[in-house]
């Protein structure tokens, strides 16, 4: 972040370098909060938003809270990222994982699992990439209300939407039910360990008492940076920054998979930091190798490029509830990895290529075997958006060139 912003912060007075407020810095509250309710629709009270160490850290506070109340499992979303069971699963809490189809949770394995407590991502679902309609959003604030439980929306890409306006966030749609956690992971660096999180009246209190008996609160220095960051625009400026960035990349990717991979179907390509890649089958299985054929994964990683296969989302389950024609492993579609004779599932991600390993594979030109060695090309106009293997995202400044 900007050199003055920093010295400002350096020149706080000397009281505010006490034991800090466990919410968060004051103006950062404020700052962060007016944000928030300008760019994502939430209902957003300084009092009531508390400065974490990222979404991880606002998981398990509230699996803690929860947990203290009573609820002993939490619902997570099939498929869907195996970190927040574990993280709820530090707290004391089980994971039910609970199906989702093409327009976000089904509400029938939700009423039949038994929970109170659900995490989800409905702007731009992890991994599917789908957005979840207005009549599922809708479905589980009625199924929240019904069952006097709560939400957790971790909105960890809802800035990055590329074709269209963003989503609005599910928790301005009933503030008293959804706690809402967003982080700068994606457009600063997930290294500087700050995030924030919008918590329902009921819970504040209870939620505010287990970050003061956790850590005391994040450092006053680091929240004042982002504050007058936030404050005098920089942060929107890098946001519009790192969106031209992800979205050239993500252009690049997919002109790279039309080229070398031919007849790749993609999806979640709206919004977000990764798409969902279905190879035909022909370029290889995911799992060994058949007749020569090179596995597109592991020929992209040989060029430097992430990848996953799709299907491993969730697979850690405890528990898993299913409904006909629900996303999973067992329904060869976007998110699971297809069945007997069905196309490769990847999740490709794009965010954290650096540049100049993906020039290197890119380089390297493919062997007749080896189909997908190149599989990710960046044009020469995107590098000015440098991209450190530490870091999620652009740099705020752009580097010097070399003379």
């Not at 300084?46 to 499992?73: M, N, W």
């Not at 794009?350 to 990710?376: I, K, Y």
Request: aromatic letters at 4%; a positive charge.
């Amino acid at each position: 972040m900007g050199g003055g912003a920093a010295v400002r912060a350096h020149a706080a007075p000397h009281p505010a370098l006490g034991y800090p407020d466990p919410r968060g810095l004051p103006e950062l509250r404020g700052a962060l909060a007016a944000m928030l309710a300008r760019r994502r629709g939430v209902v957003a009270d300084p009092e009531r938003l508390v400065v974490c160490s990222g979404v991880a850290q606002a998981s398990t506070l509230l699996g803690f809270v929860l947990r203290a109340r009573g609820l002993r499992q939490v619902g997570i979303e099939d498929p869907g990222s195996p970190e927040h069971g574990r993280l709820f699963a530090s707290t004391g809490m089980e994971t039910v994982w609970l199906p989702l189809d093409e327009e976000g949770l089904c509400p029938g394995p939700l009423a039949d699992s038994g929970v109170r407590a659900v995490v989800v991502t409905p702007s731009h679902q992890f991994p599917s990439g789908i957005s979840w309609s207005a009549e599922r959003r809708a479905a589980l604030l009625d199924w929240a209300r019904a069952v006097d439980g709560y939400v957790l929306e971790d909105d960890y890409d809802g800035d990055f939407r590329y074709d269209r306006a963003p989503v609005g966030a599910l928790q301005g749609l009933d503030p008293e039910r959804v706690a809402y956690a967003g982080s700068v992971s994606k457009s600063l660096a997930p290294g500087m360990r700050l995030g924030w999180m919008l918590v329902p009246e009921a819970l504040l209190d209870e939620v505010v008492e287990r970050k003061r008996t956790m850590d005391l609160g994040n450092p006053v220095l680091d929240q004042a940076v982002l504050a007058e960051f936030v404050t005098r625009g920089g942060y929107d400026r890098q946001l519009r920054r790192c969106q031209r960035a992800y979205r050239e990349r993500r252009d690049a990717l997919l002109a790279a998979l039309a080229e070398h991979l031919p007849g790749t179907g993609v999806s979640g390509i709206a919004a977000g930091l990764h798409v969902i890649a279905r190879v035909p089958a022909r370029f290889g299985p995911q799992s060994g190798s058949s007749g020569g054929r090179r596995r597109p994964g592991r020929a992209a990683a040989a060029g430097g490029v992430r990848h996953r296969p799709a299907g491993r989302r969730g697979r850690a389950a405890r528990h898993r509830v299913r409904a006909p024609g629900a996303f999973g492993r067992r329904h060869g579609d976007p998110a699971g990895g297809g069945g007997v004779g069905a196309r490769v599932t990847v999740h490709a991600g794009f965010a954290r290529a650096p540049h100049p390993v993906v020039r290197h594979g890119t380089a390297r030109r493919p062997r007749p075997e080896r189909p997908t060695r190149r599989l990710l090309h960046v044009p020469s106009r995107t590098r000015r958006f440098p991209s450190p293997p530490a870091a999620a995202c652009c740099a705020v400044r752009s580097p010097r060139r070399r003379r």
